[in-house]
């Protein structure tokens, strides 16, 4: 027997939400494959910074823009989005076959009008990014976005309930599907309904995880295919891309949990028109989900890497501010547990986070006006003209859905990619690159002895204890390395390179990565590498340097710098660090070379050391090591970096006069 709708009486919230003129706040979400509509209403606020959001006991869904960004110091175009806050007062949850039958059947009238920026400018400014961007050391991948436009005369309020319906009919795979309306007096209504699939962080019971999705399988207009999604798991553009976001969410993850964290997958998310690959990341953590969003903005999947250089480089290829697009939503909620024992009983009350990524949305403006954002992912092997249709086909499902682009004849079609034979077998090999140290749960307070794979801190370590100044530039691979440093019995602590008063008073400084060209010794940062690497030298202090202060170093030591052939974003690469292999990540766009050495001058204390240079078959250095000096070009700490716990243990005993170095060498 079919089952009846609840009478409209059970639902009066929605019932009232439906009937209303647009003057009240709502917010309307299914999460994760739920079962149930999640109604909610309330008061709407502003706060200026993420940690102004209230959170007073009840729960607050915000909104937060692009342009937060520049809480972290970030460059962007500040548009002067607000961050705005649903603090809710009431709420209802309704089974989803009642919320169908409740919302309008079907979507408002909408025009299409298409991309504000055409496809060959698009395709033109790929082309520049490579070029101009990866080319010149500033980054591994970034993310531009343009914006499919149209027009509606329609009411606010029926035309974002009819949109909700649409998603939750016709897309498949979301993490939330949502709509949201916040009036505000003064300022233009928030109004925005999406299907996205991307979490960008959770917390829950002191649990936080987070979840890359990068790589996406078009589907064909007929329909998804068994070898289409193979020949897409096997492609190495789409690999390289995951695993760049992966590293840099795990640089977030080793930020925000002290114990590291770990890396579980891959999984192939597939959604209507499309098919991504994901992994998860789970790490424990004491931070306000606040100041955990802070710390995490944003996500690299809609940036790039590093983060703060691919804020500035979105800033200068895209010329209108992005509002909401790559920012998030956030849902606060009390998880009925007070703060810890040391507070008292009326202490604060302890908060949830659920945080989705604000990508495949459609936004309502003032006056009609529709926008839906979409960005591709640049990297070195993009082809301009995929990375165009790939806008396309991310606007797509939510385009059709809403009416403004006809549906395929494959748009439903029914093919589960994960029943697939050979599909969990391709997602598994993936696994075979990954460093077991990042896949394991991590610890730093383990005392385990060091293995020819593993090695970790024992009582009688001689590392153990050691302070290390671990210099970041820009890039924050140095939270990642500050962890391993920890795990091998350190006191390892990151200070950005602004910051740094004194490097001489710790047992060893690690000057970290970072983007740009190492040569430019007219750059602040370069000049600061420089700088400290001559002051460590002078001094006789133990001193490593990784990737582009390795290059300076080298290029002190006499070697010459140059771009390389072809950029090595995101390689793992088999490298010989003296006389053993050694599998390392690699990001880098310049290398020194191991030519005839440049004659330095006479007070370089860098050029006297006569350092011993390690090089590949293409006579690019991978290492530099002396008395209480060295360097790597590979990034030791990347999940790219099978080898880099080891590797990173032999040369810190190297530097800090133990006796014994261990092997590095991989075991067949």
């Known amino acids: 027997m079919s089952r009846l709708p609840h009478p409209a009486a059970q639902h009066p919230l929605l ?38 959001i209230p959170l007073d006991g009840a729960p607050v869904l915000a909104v937060v823009p692009f342009r937060q960004a520049r809480e972290r110091g970030f460059t962007v175009h500040d548009d002067g989005a607000p961050l705005r806050c649903l603090l809710v007062h009431e709420s209802e949850r309704v089974p989803l076959s009642d919320a169908l039958a409740a919302l309008p059947p079907r979507p408002v009238a909408a025009e299409p009008l298409g991309f504000d920026i055409p496809d060959d400018e698009y395709a033109g400014i790929v082309r520049r990014v490579i070029d101009d961007e990866i080319g010149q050391g500033a980054g591994a991948n970034f993310v531009v976005m343009r914006r499919f436009e149209g027009r509606t005369s329609a009411a606010p309020v029926p035309t974002l309930a009819s949109w909700f319906r649409a998603l939750l009919l016709h897309e498949v795979g979301s993490y939330w599907t949502f709509a949201v309306h916040a009036p505000a007096p003064g300022t233009e209504a928030l109004s925005m309904a999406g299907a996205t699939p991307e979490r960008h962080l959770t917390l829950h019971d002191g649990v936080a995880r987070m979840n890359p999705i990068s790589g996406t399988y078009r589907h064909p207009a007929s329909g998804p295919t068994r070898d289409g999604v193979l020949g897409f798991l096997s492609d190495t553009k789409e690999n390289e891309e995951l695993f760049m976001v992966v590293d840099e969410e795990m640089k977030m993850m080793s930020a925000l949990c002290p114990d590291g964290g770990r890396i579980v997958g891959p999984y192939l998310k597939q959604m209507a028109r499309l098919s991504h690959t994901e992994y998860l990341l789970e790490g424990r953590t004491t931070v306000d989900p606040r100041e955990a969003l802070r710390l995490t903005m944003f996500a690299p999947t809609v940036t790039g890497s590093p983060m703060e250089n691919a804020c500035t480089v979105i800033t200068r290829h895209e010329v209108r501010p992005r509002g909401y697009y790559s920012g998030f939503l956030a849902l606060f909620e009390p998880d009925g547990a007070r703060a810890p024992a040391e507070l008292a009983s009326s202490g604060p009350t302890r908060y949830s986070l659920d945080a989705p990524i604000l990508i495949r949305t459609a936004y309502l403006h003032d006056g009609g006006r529709v926008s839906v954002p979409a960005g591709a992912t640049l990297v070195r092997h993009s082809v301009p003209e995929h990375e165009v249709a790939e806008t396309r ?36 090999a993936r696994n075979r690159q990954l460093a077991e140290f990042w896949v394991r749960p991590q610890d730093t307070a383990t005392t385990t002895a060091p293995s020819a794979t593993t090695p970790g801190p024992t009582e009688l370590s001689p590392l153990a204890g050691r302070s290390v100044l671990v210099v970041d530039h820009e890039d924050q691979f140095t939270a990642m390395l500050a962890h391993q440093l920890n795990h091998l019995g350190m006191n390892a602590r990151v200070v950005r390179w602004d910051a740094v008063t004194d490097v001489l008073a710790d047992d060893l400084v690690v000057l970290g990565p970072g983007p740009g060209d190492p040569r430019d010794h007219a750059n602040p940062r370069i000049a600061a590498i420089t700088r400290r690497i001559q002051e460590r030298v002078t001094a006789g202090r133990p001193l490593l340097a990784v990737c582009l202060s390795h290059q300076v170093l080298a290029g002190l030591a006499g070697f010459p710098v140059r771009p390389l052939t072809s950029p090595r974003q995101g390689l793992r690469i088999d490298a010989d660090v003296f006389g053993t292999t050694a599998a390392v990540g690699y990001y880098n766009t310049f290398g020194a070379r191991l030519t005839t050495i440049v004659a330095a001058a006479a007070d370089n204390p860098v050029a006297r050391l006569a350092l011993e240079p390690s090089a590949d078959a293409d006579g690019v250095l991978t290492a530099l090591r002396g008395p209480g000096v060295a360097s790597v070009q590979g990034h030791l700490e990347s999940v790219l970096s099978a080898d880099g716990l080891t590797v990173l243990d032999a040369l810190t005993r190297h530097l800090l006069g133990t006796p014994a170095e261990p092997s590095w060498a991989r075991t067949p």
């Open 393 to 428: 086909a991310k606007a797509a499902g939510v385009l059709t859905s809403l009416g403004l682009v006809p549906r395929g004849a494959g748009a439903d079609a029914v093919v589960d990619l994960n029943a697939q034979a050979g599909v969990a077998e391709a997602l598994s």
């Open 15 to 52: 019932d009232r939400i439906l009937a209303s003129d647009g003057s009240l706040p709502f917010a309307l979400l299914r999460r994760h494959g739920g079962t149930e509509v999640e109604v909610l209403t309330g008061d709407v606020v502003d706060a200026d910074l993420l940690r102004d």
